[in-house]
Structure formats: C-alpha cells, structure tokens
C-alpha cells in the first residue's frame, strides 16, 4: 500500500493527540524496567486489562526481580498465575528468568535475535521488551494494532501480515516509537472498542486442549500430585465431558513439554 508523507504526518497528528489527552495510566508503564515489562507483556497475551493489573502487581509484590523468580518454585510461580489461563506462560517466564540469570547476569538482553532464542519469546514479546524498555525504534504489532491499520487503512479487512508489517513501519514517528506503540493500543483499546475485525479467534474454551491442560495443572498446583485416575475422576466433575484419549493426550503433551513430570505412576509439577 502507498501512503503518501502527507497521510502519514496527519495520522500521526491525529493518534498522537488523541492519545496526550486520553492515555491510559498502566503500573507498567511508570518505569522501564525490562523485567516489568517482560511480565505485563506475558500476562496481557490473551487477557484483559483489567485482569491483569492486580496479578502484575501480586506477582511483583512476591518476585520482584527476575533473580526471585527464577528461584522460586514452579507450583508457587504457577500458584500466582492463577486466573490468568494459559498456564505453559508462567512456567516459560520462570525457564526465562533461570536462563537469563545463568547466562547474562540476570541482564535481560537487548537484541532482537538473543531474545528470541529464549524460552517462551516471540517476534511480538521480543520487540516489546526492546521498545518499552530499551527504546528501540520499532514497531510493535499486537491484535490491537493491526485493528486500528485494518480500520484505517484497509476499510476494516485484516489484510496479510507481511503487508500490516510493512504499513506499521511506515507510520512509525521519528524517535517516538514508544509513545506511538501505547498511543495505538490505547486508541484501538476505546475508540475502536466496539469494532469488528476478523482475526481469527481460539476455539470455544470448554471443547479445547486448553481448558483439558488448565484442570490438570490447577489440579496439580492445589494438590502436588495425582495418580491417573485422580485425573479421571477430576475431568468427570467437569462441565463437558472429556473422553480418555483426550486426557491422555494432553498428558502426554504436557510431560513431553516438561510442564509436569511423571515419576512411577504419578504426575507432579517440576521443581
């Protein structure tokens, strides 16, 4: 897509002042701590705003440095993640904070390639990390961002991600890419609130994998261990039925993934 420096200066105008007089004040956003940022980044894939305030500032309160939390155990780092879902984040944000300490000095790096090779870091979370925190000149595209380009610019049709990328890094201010990578999800946050974009959504929440690995490991976390049968009769109590294979599945999944560990014929949580 062509923009002209025109369209671009004026939609830079537009978001920039829009966002001086309607930004959000986020706890995450009153320092640059690569650490915070990291760990508001992670909590806020797939959960809202408001969730996750009082887990970021619950979990910070008992792991305030990423020393702490890469000695703390997986139940107890799995026990203040609950009731954000998704539970493999916690156990990758702690596998980050042990590598981390062991081989930078508990410095998180700053290069986008590093990032990447450690556990649980993507293209999204890497580039976070080096834009609110480093202040890397980047264009940070979350679902939020590729909704305002879609509605702006593609008259509200997700076009392909190639072209989302090219666009969001065309629109970038000089020297101003944290400011404007808030500014944007802010802005879609509650100006484009009630608009439809089709980006592909999870599947329903009590037919999927998820939900079968999310009962097994708050199983685990409340009671330490459990025999396959323990696991049955847990998933029998459930809302929807989930057949065996599935189960054994998910199980299988989660200790080829070193998310629970099976010792003779019990499941634990690794330490």
């Known amino acids: 897509m062509n923009l ?24 995450w956003r009153r ?39 890469s000695q703390a155990s997986v139940a107890e780092v799995l026990t203040y993640w609950s009731g954000l879902g998704y539970n493999r984040r916690a156990v990758f944000l702690q596998r980050f904070a042990k590598e981390v300490v062991e081989k930078y000095g508990g410095e998180i790096p700053q290069d986008k390639k590093t990032l990447k090779s450690l556990p649980g870091i993507g293209e999204y979370t890497a580039l976070a990390i ?37 666009v969001a890094f065309k629109l970038l201010p000089k020297n101003k890419a944290y400011e404007w990578n808030q500014a944007l999800m802010d802005y879609s946050s509650a100006v484009l609130k009630e608009k ?18 999310g009962t097994i490991m708050k199983f685990l976390v409340h ?35 070193g998310m629970i560990i099976k010792k003779q014929k019990l499941f634990m949580l690794p330490q």
């Not at 420096?5 to 830079?12: A, G, K, T, V």
Request: hydrophobic share 40%.
């Open 4 to 27: 002209s420096p025109q369209q671009i200066s004026q939609f830079q105008q537009e978001i920039l002042k829009w966002y001086k007089a309607h930004q959000r004040d986020l706890p």
């Open 31 to 69: 320092d640059r701590d690569a650490y915070h940022i990291l760990i508001s980044e992670v909590m806020l894939q797939q959960t809202q705003v408001g969730r996750v305030i009082p887990k970021y500032e619950a979990w910070l309160g008992r792991f305030p440095t990423i020393e702490s939390l």
């Open 130 to 166: 080096l834009c609110f925190a480093y202040n890397h000149q980047v264009a940070v595209i979350d679902t939020n961002i590729r909704k305002v380009i879609a509605t702006h610019f593609f008259e509200g049709v997700l076009p392909e991600e190639k072209i989302i990328e090219r």
């Open 196 to 213: 439809k974009i089709p980006i592909p959504k999870q599947s329903h929440f009590l037919t999927s994998n998820r939900y079968v690995r």
């Open 223 to 257: 009671h330490q261990i459990a025999t396959q049968e323990d696991l049955e009769k847990e998933f029998a109590k459930g809302k929807v039925e989930v057949s065996l294979a599935k189960l054994q599945l998910n199980i299988d999944a989660l200790c080829k993934e």
